[in-house]
């Protein structure tokens, strides 16, 4: 092993399943990582970057899979030298977590529901690091606050259920950042996250990086985190390394075809200047999807005439039990007087940080959380007095694309079952029919006809993500309100994806309502962008207006955070977030303030506050 390496992969192989013709996920990879080096790892959903990182965990095994041929020699802290792939369940045990540590592609299914944040921190740091549990306790406090987790020390106390998809993935950052390993293995871990937390999480890899001379094996789809983070790149395609080279070489001057397709998926902020609707991506090769082909032309929004969906006074708050009899003292609130409405063929793009109330304004809106609304109506029905039965047959026309596809898929379900679900219960299709639509919305999303009989165990992160598009797709809904829907998935595919959302809303009207934190793709979607922040709307307005002239201060943050897929800007300047993290919660009977939305241009609010024009940090609670 070379003097200068932490982890060398030589060969490696990796197969699922037994019998006469076994998937085989990884062919012969060779990879190596440097002492302090960040090394990428880039490829389509299903290409063998997560596989190949669980070998390193040796947790493959796990997931039914088996390391056939190949070492992964590591380095250990006393300078021993050790072959994963040849250790027993109980060594590898030992070497997780104190010499190298993962964050996981899906924090849902990596935490514990049964356990507390704090509790499973300080778990980690116990076992790890032989600290006692007050050590452990203040250990894990400072670890939440440093991946900037509002009000951490209440949120130590609650269950992974009780927190928002990017909240969550926070909290695993902080369980691997807190052991302080060697090798950092992370998979997809700004996935869930808006890009202003993205921002600070990268530079905080980037420091422990330098203090502690920590490798890190990023696995990502996001070519700006790349650009932002990466060392070297190897490119991945179907089990094998295609490509591999300096992060510049790469990126200027690729070599392997698919690296170039890639590249050209990519979106960049800024691209859609001086339009007004929305574009569909630019997708070379084999694998662009039917829809991208054959465009419909696109349908003119009335917007003099009624709103498909209309909400006034929106308000969702949780409470939170306190003590030993559960006593309600603080409430988070979630969405506070939220207005919008949308109009039939449009797409509005909902952004803002994990957290904001982003997902929960769409849960509000489709009744699966109790809300509060002084007007919620969609095509004509009031929503708030329907009854649970009439409730369930107007659910066919408004679908949810939920933010994590493997808790919203039925393990013991197919996946064309899952698909063909939602139509057979509204009596849409015979069986025969329906699943014949579900093959059919496979294939639209990219996936195959025979991925129907398959488990969603069997897919990867971004693979479920489409077949969750394509559930949502079946029932011919009119409203889709699309939570991170193409947060997992790798460019080339969330390309084809998004030109497939396109096609359909161009082809039969469906209005979108598209929440990411991916500035790049609501500005290529969208045709008008509201802004949240801590439950409220700080910005909204057409997407040209906002995204070219934004003018609260969070929406110029949001925008100076957003990682450029060039390396030569690595070092450019941004707008630094300090100070302490404004909290959504706050005590009974002591709500937030309510911004005063003031129109700046046609069409075009802000939200202005009495204290100042910053955005609103409310009081801890």
């Not at 990519?266 to 084999?286: I, Q, R, S, Y």
């Amino acid at each position: 092993m070379d003097a200068e390496h932490l982890l060398e992969i030589r060969n490696l192989n990796v197969c699922f399943g037994h019998g006469e013709s076994p998937l085989q996920a990884v062919r012969g990879l060779d990879l190596d990582v440097k002492r302090g080096e960040t090394v990428a790892v880039v490829g389509e959903s299903g290409s063998g970057k997560s596989v190949s990182a669980l070998s390193v965990m040796r947790l493959v095994e796990f997931g039914g899979g088996r390391i056939t041929d190949g070492t992964i020699a590591f380095r250990k802290r006393d300078g021993g030298i050790v072959d994963m792939s040849r250790l027993d369940p109980e060594q590898a045990r030992l070497m997780r977590g104190n010499e190298m540590a993962m964050i996981f592609q899906e924090p849902m299914t990596s935490l514990n529901p049964v356990f507390t944040i704090g509790d499973q921190i300080i778990e980690a740091i116990v076992t790890h690091q032989k600290k006692s549990r007050p050590e452990a306790a203040a250990i894990a406090l400072d670890t939440l606050n440093r991946v900037r987790i509002p009000d951490a020390a209440q949120v130590m106390k609650r269950h992974p259920h009780q927190l928002s998809g990017g909240m969550r993935q926070r909290v695993m950052i902080a369980i691997a950042l807190s052991c302080r390993p060697q090798l950092l293995i992370a998979d997809e871990p700004t996935t869930a996250l808006d890009v202003t937390i993205q921002a600070q999480i990268l530079r905080l890899i980037r420091e422990l990086q330098d203090q502690q001379d920590m490798s890190v094996l990023f696995i990502t789809h996001d070519m700006g985190v790349v650009a932002e983070m990466a060392d070297r790149v190897v490119v991945m395609f179907r089990g094998e390394k295609v490509e591999e080279g300096d992060v510049e070489t790469i990126f200027h001057a690729p070599k392997h075809a698919y690296t170039r397709s890639l590249l050209k998926a990519v979106p960049h902020l800024g691209a859609m200047k001086g339009t007004d609707d929305p574009t569909p991506f630019p997708v070379p090769g084999e694998n662009e999807a039917p829809a991208a082909r054959a465009e419909a032309p696109a349908r003119p929004i009335d917007y003099a005439a009624e709103p498909l969906l209309s909400v006034r006074g929106l308000t969702t708050r949780f409470d939170i039990g306190e003590g030993l009899f559960g006593r309600v003292r603080k409430r988070v609130h979630a969405v506070e007087h939220l207005d919008l409405d949308i109009w039939p063929g449009e797409t509005l793009g909902l952004v803002g940080e994990s957290g904001c109330g982003k997902s929960t304004t769409g849960r509000s809106i489709l009744r699966l959380v109790e809300a509060q609304a002084a007007k919620l109506e969609f095509d004509g029905e009031d929503l708030t007095k329907l009854s649970r039965q009439d409730l369930q047959k107007l659910r066919r026309k408004i679908q949810f694309v939920f933010q994590d596809p493997y808790a919203s898929l039925n393990p013991r379900l197919t996946v064309g079952y899952s698909i063909s679900e939602p139509m057979l219960l509204h009596g849409m299709e015979n069986k025969r029919s329906a699943f014949d639509k579900s093959v059919w919305l496979l294939e639209q999303v990219g996936l195959k006809a025979e991925h129907a009989s398959r488990y969603p165990h069997a897919f990867s992160g971004g693979q479920r993500q489409r077949i969750a598009i394509a559930r949502a797709l079946g029932t011919d809904p009119k409203l889709v309100i699309a939570d991170e829907a193409v947060s997992a998935l790798d460019v080339s595919v969330q390309a084809q994806v998004i030109n497939l959302l396109m096609d359909l809303q161009r082809r039969f009207g469906l209005a979108y309502i598209f929440i990411s934190h991916d500035m790049a793709v609501v500005e290529r979607i969208s045709h008008r962008v509201a802004v949240m922040y801590l439950g409220q709307i700080v910005e909204t307005g057409p997407r040209r207006a906002v995204f070219e002239d934004p003018r609260h201060p969070y929406t110029q943050r949001l925008m100076a955070a957003a990682p450029v897929p060039d390396p030569t800007m690595r070092e450019r300047n941004r707008m630094p977030i300090t100070g302490e993290v404004p909290s959504p919660v706050h005590p009974v009977g002591r709500p937030p303030a309510i911004n005063e939305m003031i129109e700046v241009a046609a069409g075009h609010y802000i939200a202005r506050r009495p204290e100042a024009d910053e955005p609103p940090a409310d009081r801890a609670a």
